[in-house]
């Protein structure tokens, strides 16, 4: 069992640019959680995906949009990229009912310059 | 919008036991408390959970008080890789926050020798 995965490991974009990272869950889970960690900081919940929606959804800005595949696997996608946009993304992926623990990938890091 | 308060550092002997903090006083209803800890930027990873009782794995012990306010993750023999972040976390049961994880800032943990 691969566990969590993510891809790219690290990222440098330019301001304006547009950025897709990518998240394939642990195998058996259904649902993936996207999180921004800023330098300093716990990490902060962006989106949750189950059954190919959006089903939560933190304090970002439209900005940032995701997908769910049929496969579970996902992205999260970041339009016109601002300086402090630059972040660890973490993808934790889970089963939504029950008290079961969430997976986390070992992150994107990306840098805007 | 986190819903711990952890001291941001502690300090330990290699060999004691560490014993981390955590309030939750506005915990509600069904919302369990999960700990989870975070090595140098790499992926969140999970240590140990639990709603009203104690618990205890391979990993820890977590000590929850009566109301429920506050609990104590507990390493019983603390190693040099235990230094680390450790996060105490409240996860969502309502179904607008189901498996959502309201990170604080955490407490890093330094184990010396």
């Known amino acids: 069992d691969a566990g969590v995965t993510q891809s790219p490991t690290h990222l440098i974009k330019t301001r304006g640019q547009q950025v897709t990272l990518r998240c394939s869950p642990k195998s058996g889970h259904d649902t993936v959680s996207w999180y921004q960690q800023a330098l300093g900081q716990g990490p902060q919940f962006i989106f949750q995906y189950y059954e190919e929606e959006e089903r939560q959804r933190g304090n970002f800005p439209d900005r940032f949009s995701g997908h769910q595949f049929p496969n579970y696997s996902s992205e999260l996608n970041v339009n016109a990229l601002l300086l402090g946009d630059s972040a660890l993304y973490l993808c934790?992926?889970?089963?939504?009912?029950?008290?079961?623990?969430?997976?986390f990938g070992q992150g994107t890091r990306l840098t805007v310059v | 919008d986190a819903k711990t308060t952890q001291p941001p550092s502690m300090d330990c002997a290699e060999g004691r036991a560490a014993n981390l903090p955590c309030n939750h006083s506005t915990i509600s209803g069904n919302e369990y408390v999960y700990w989870y800890r975070q090595i140098h930027s790499q992926g969140p990873q999970y240590i140990i959970h639990?709603?009203?009782n104690n618990e205890t794995n391979e990993m820890a012990s977590l000590i929850i008080t009566e109301d429920r306010k506050s609990s104590t993750l507990i390493l019983p023999h603390a190693t040099l890789r235990d230094t680390a972040v450790y996060y105490c976390?409240?996860?969502?049961?309502?179904?607008?926050?189901?498996?959502?994880?309201?990170f604080g800032r955490g407490t890093q943990l330094t184990v010396w020798p």
């Open positions: 934790a992926s889970s089963l939504l009912a029950g008290s079961t623990e969430a997976f």
């Open positions: 639990g709603l009203k």
């Open positions: 976390i409240v996860r969502g049961d309502r179904g607008s926050t189901l498996g959502r994880l309201y």
